[in-house]
């Protein structure tokens, strides 16, 4: 998990921890649920009224809460309300369905697609984003309608899927590799990863209008003010990424996969800034945007730091 800010001096700080398969991030800037390997970690902002760590962060988030939810491949997180309660909800790709914590068990399932037969253990459709209205799960992708084990890999080309929740009607279909949906400005906006676009749907008609091209495999999608930012990710060599439309239109345009953010006009279509990382890091799964923050961290679990971070609670 990268924090990507500024040094004092404006330089860009980049802050790094490490959680074992980190993909899903949920923020409202106080809270940050993150997804690991076999975990939901929720973190809280410590720092009030202006307060700066050492070096200089604005932000500083401590780990709170760990929830076990067993290797079920976490994708994308939101923050919902069951039965009036606030809780996370994530999007559990292994079991083809939305779900959130229990307190007696890995899980608790709260939807799933009508085409899914069974909620079992075998990723048919491989399920992957989460747009949220609200605290209300609004729209899902998934890479296929397989209702088999491992089927989605056979339509990764044109088998891609956005799935209305509360009607659990198809939305939106014949796209590569969808990740990322989000409602924003009156639009609900999606990664076509396979094919390198950004863009939006028309829910009346299900036509996909693409806003940019993405040099690199796409995914993370996060809004701020009339800007986009998108994570990008360098193709695995053979695996689930290759042999998709985007290869080709980067071949088109003489340009490699990059791994990186890039920050979109989503009025002009204009990259107009971006970050690119051109070795050890090769796949971004999740960007959050935290508004107002110049620079943050977070205490991790690899030091001794978290042992001293101790905080006490005022009424």
């Known amino acids: ?77 939101g923050l919902g309300e069951i039965e009036g309660v606030r809780r996370p909800v994530f999007v559990n790709t292994l079991f083809n369905c939305l779900a959130t914590i229990s307190d007696t068990a890995s899980f608790r399932p709260i939807w799933r697609p009508n085409f899914i037969s069974a909620l079992v253990a075998e990723d048919r459709c491989h399920l992957n984003g989460l747009a949220m209205e609200g605290t209300r799960p609004a729209y899902v992708t998934a890479v296929s309608r397989s209702d088999v084990f491992d089927g989605w890999r056979d339509r990764r080309h044109d088998g891609g899927v956005v799935i209305d929740v509360a009607s659990n009607e198809i939305a939106a279909s014949g796209l590569s590799m969808p990740h990322s949906p989000r409602l924003y400005d009156g639009k609900l906006w999606l990664l076509n990863s396979g094919a390198g676009q950004f863009g939006y749907i028309d829910p009346m008609d299900g036509r996909f209008t693409p806003v940019c091209f993405c040099p690199g495999y796409a995914r993370g999608l996060a809004f701020i003010g009339r800007h986009a930012v998108i994570g990008l990710s360098r193709p695995r060599n053979g695996g689930a990424f290759s042999g998709l439309a985007l290869d080709e239109r980067l071949s088109e345009r003489d340009a490699s996969a990059r791994c990186g953010l890039l920050i979109v006009d989503i009025d002009s279509g204009s990259v107009v800034e971006w970050l690119r990382f051109s070795h050890t890091i090769d796949e971004l799964y999740d960007v959050a945007v935290l508004p107002g923050v110049r620079s943050a961290e977070a205490i991790g679990f690899k030091s001794d730091d978290i042992q001293r971070e101790i905080t006490i609670e005022h009424p």
Request: net charge neutral; hydrophobic share 40%; proline share 3%.
């Open 1 to 77: 998990m990268f924090f990507i800010g500024r040094k004092t001096d404006g330089g860009v700080r980049a802050h790094e921890r490490m959680i074992e398969q980190c993909q899903g991030l949920w923020t409202d800037g106080s809270s940050l649920w993150v997804s690991g390997l076999y975990m939901l970690w929720r973190f809280e902002n410590v720092l009030r009224n202006g307060a700066t760590t050492p070096v200089g962060a604005d932000s500083k988030f401590v780990p709170v809460e760990g929830r076990v939810v067993g290797r079920t491949d976490v994708h994308d997180i």
